[in-house]
């Protein structure tokens, strides 16, 4: 039997997909013991845009909530998304900073790290890979899935060749905009099966409505772990829904073991909450329609949100077609890097600002200049030379491995937050998102004091209006 496993997204990319990763853990934690009885292969509960959010936006530790998941999930694995050298923020960090996070992730209850480049460049991969090696960790190196010039099954069965021998025990195709067409899957994993011995997982979304259609045609080309959602917060630009799936699979030799019965609570669970975020506008119904302009764009459903708020914020709305057709233009400029955290923002901001300012790179934003010049790593086409000098005048072009130029951090973070540390954890919070940080601190204290103070009153009888 080729038994298939299922990856549950629900506690990460599915509400990272629909509602900007707004889910609290006081939501996930009433479901989470009926979610570790289901057989699934890995709950994806961590990582990603969780991290900023928790801090940002919901005055939540994700050092806490990974905790807190840990505790309740005792049978199956927590898997998280790593940015390689970016770890979960926007920028390249030291070495010292990046084995420090795999360790305390480890160390907080993650299994398995999904650990991927946004330039599919192996070396922003070598500590991420290393470091989780170190601390007993399963490394799933994930290939970012663009389609372009350069991006043939040769192209794809190379890199999967090299992360196997960096040490990956898994390899994901991270299809993060919805492109991985059904019978594309079908070839790609069938080549990625003769080229590594290590399990086959595919990710991808719903974005462009094929989703459903390209994991089942990986299952058959032999994929031995897809991604889904469960149905309540699937489609749209989340995953295909895991019921579906299971119900497809039933009887036959990929039979899932899941057993639609039991999903049943998960599903009655999550519809209130899907409920509740349309009730507060947190669901916009935009993200749920099938949009096949993905396919021609290329623009995954986080950096679509991004580029029509950017043009809002600019009274530019209507601008929204130019941008989208400028998107291509600007991506190849820059060597057609895979569009993902950070390379999509990236590109669709620039594309903006060529749209708005009524004229191509008349502004270029610090982060074009970066990802020109080679600070985020290789791009897979050479960018044009006249190109380069135009975006970065006479800026020696980065060649190296871009953290090779970073000196360790760890040590100056912790002095500069020394008054407010409570946990080991902190500085890596600190070295992300510094000023969200530094905010979400300053809270922190704020409610342990007034907690201390309503639990002295209450011990002295003192009753507070």
Same mark, same amino acid.
């Given at each position: ?7 549950? &997204? ?14 609290? &853990? ?23 845009? &969780? ?9 939540? /530790? ?13 049978? $199956? ?23 420090? #996070? ?15 480049? =946004?330039?599919?460049? =192996? ?17 799933? *190196? ?9 991006? $043939? ?70 994929? /031995?772990?897809?991604? $889904? ?22 009887? $036959? ?10 999903? /049943? ?25 099938? /949009? ?21 914020? *600019? ?52 982060? #074009? ?76 204290? *704020? ?5 201390? =103070?309503?639990?002295?009153? =209450? ?7």
């Amino acid at each position: 039997m080729a038994q298939v496993k299922i990856t549950e &997204t629900v506690l990460r990319d599915s509400h990272q997909s629909l509602v900007a990763t707004r889910m609290t &853990t006081e939501e996930m934690l009433p479901i989470l013991a009926a979610l570790d009885k289901i057989g699934y292969h890995s709950l994806e509960a961590w990582g990603g845009a &969780t991290f900023d959010s928790c801090l940002r936006f919901l005055n939540e /530790d994700p050092w806490e909530r990974l905790r807190k998941i840990r505790a309740e999930v005792k049978n $199956t694995k927590l898997q998280m998304l790593f940015r390689g050298q970016n770890i979960l923020g926007y920028r390249h960090y030291p070495d010292d900073v990046v084995e420090y #996070f795999v360790q305390k992730s480890i160390a907080n209850g993650i299994d398995i790290l999904r650990i991927f480049d =946004a330039l599919n460049d =192996a070396r922003n991969l070598e500590t991420a890979i290393n470091a989780t090696k170190k601390e007993g960790g399963h490394v799933q *190196a994930a290939i970012s899935y663009t389609t372009g010039p350069v991006y $043939t099954l040769e192209y794809f069965t190379n890199y999967a060749k090299t992360l196997e021998n960096m040490g990956a025990d898994s390899i994901c195709i991270k299809d993060m905009a919805g492109l991985l067409k059904p019978y594309d899957a079908y070839e790609l994993v069938k080549a990625l099966k003769e080229t590594v011995a290590v399990p086959i997982q595919v990710h991808t979304h719903y974005t462009s409505g094929l989703a459903s259609m390209t994991l089942l045609k990986s299952i058959e080309a032999g994929a /031995d772990i897809v991604d $889904t959602a469960i149905s309540p917060m699937a489609l749209g630009t989340s995953q295909p829904p895991t019921e579906s799936l299971v119900a497809t699979l039933a009887g $036959t030799e990929y039979d899932t073991g899941i057993k639609l019965e039991e999903l /049943d609570a998960i599903t009655k669970y999550f519809t209130p909450i899907r409920e509740r975020y349309l009730a507060r506008g947190l669901l916009d119904p935009k993200m749920l329609k099938v /949009d096949v302009n993905a396919l021609i764009y290329q623009v995954p459903g986080g950096m679509l949100s991004n580029l029509v708020s950017q043009l809002k914020q *600019a009274g530019k709305s209507d601008k929204l077609n130019e941008v989208l057709e400028e998107v291509p233009r600007v991506r190849a400029d820059a060597g057609y890097p895979p569009l993902v955290t950070p390379s999509s923002q990236i590109v669709g901001t620039q594309a903006v600002f060529n749209v708005i300012g009524g004229e191509r790179y008349k502004m270029v934003t610090k982060e #074009f200049k970066g990802l020109v010049q080679g600070q985020y790593g290789k791009a897979p086409v050479a960018i044009d030379e006249d190109f380069a000098k135009k975006i970065i005048g006479d800026a020696e072009r980065i060649t190296s491995r871009p953290a090779d130029a970073l000196a360790p951090e760890l040590d100056s973070l912790r002095e500069k937050i020394k008054p407010y540390i409570e946990q080991d954890e902190d500085v890596l919070s600190y070295a992300l998102f510094e000023q969200v940080a530094l905010k979400f601190f300053e809270y922190r204290k *704020a409610k342990k004091y007034a907690l201390d =103070a309503d639990n002295a009153d =209450a011990a002295l009888g003192v009753h507070t209006v």
